[in-house]
């Protein structure tokens, strides 16, 4: 069974500009993350799918596969999904390209996932939520954090920008509230049937795209890790990952 791992690496963006090229630790921020999906065990290949010639630049330097795409997608899953229809392969991982502190036994838990279960067509993670913390109650209300509900069978039931569950009756949390990570593995054709779906009703109010997945009866599988890891979205953001890794 062929395992592809593609990071999609868009070189704008709105709240830090080119921030892939970010390199003050001396490294790109898109290096970073490739050496770090690198280490996952249960990976054949990984590509960067980039979208401007400058990623494809820096990926050269450091000796990274990569790929040339459009520049008109709307999503990461549309990126990858361009890549892995002229790559034949069982598994595909959509890794962030902005996480480059991504652990990659987290990478091959989701693999570990999908092989286990022919019936998925995608399996994704997520983290606890601690509801007795002021950083969990804030992940609560914060609607940048996604939550998710799942099945006894770690089968997905919903996503959202919302609390989920609600709490009527202010009972125990402990286990109650998940963390959406965004990582996903696909199914080679459930990855090319999902970037050909319309848009769907749930998807378009909530703007999650894998709500796409559940209104078409995609099964998507849930695995549980302790801990998130840290997006780089704002140069302040950057910074913080830059004295983590100089302190190491």
């Not at 450091?62 to 040339?68: C, V, Y």
């Not at 709490?167 to 509230?177: A, F, H, I, Q, V």
């Not at 302790?226 to 950057?238: F, K, L, M, R, S």
Request: proline content about 4%.
């Amino acid at each position: 069974m062929k395992v592809l791992a593609v990071i999609p690496a868009r070189y704008a963006s709105t709240r830090f500009p080119a921030k892939l090229l970010a390199n003050k630790t001396g490294k790109y921020l898109i290096q970073h993350v490739y050496q770090q999906v690198c280490l996952a065990k249960r990976l054949d290949r990984v590509l960067i799918a980039a979208d401007d010639q400058r990623i494809g630049d820096a990926c050269d330097s450091f000796g990274a596969n990569w790929q040339m795409t459009r520049t008109d997608h709307q999503s990461g899953t549309d990126r990858i999904a361009e890549v892995a229809s002229k790559i034949k392969a069982d598994i595909i991982v959509n890794v962030q390209g902005d996480e480059p502190e991504i652990d990659p036994t987290h990478i091959d838990l989701l693999i570990e996932l999908m092989q286990n279960d022919p019936d998925a067509s995608m399996a994704t993670l997520a983290a606890p939520i601690d509801a007795t913390t002021n950083e969990g109650k804030a992940d609560l209300v914060n609607p940048n954090v996604v939550k998710l509900v799942m099945g006894l069978d770690k089968r997905a039931l919903y996503f959202s920008r919302s609390c989920i569950p609600f709490n009527r009756d202010k009972s125990e949390t402990k286990g109650l509230y998940r963390r959406h990570l965004g990582i996903y593995a696909y199914r080679y054709d459930a990855l090319l049937k999902l970037s050909t779906l319309p848009q769907t009703i749930l998807e378009k109010t909530e703007k999650l795209e894998q709500l796409r997945a559940l209104e078409n009866g995609m099964k998507i599988l849930v695995g549980d890790v302790d801990h998130p890891a840290v997006g780089i979205d704002t140069p302040e953001q950057y910074e913080e990952f830059v004295n983590r890794y100089q302190n190491k």
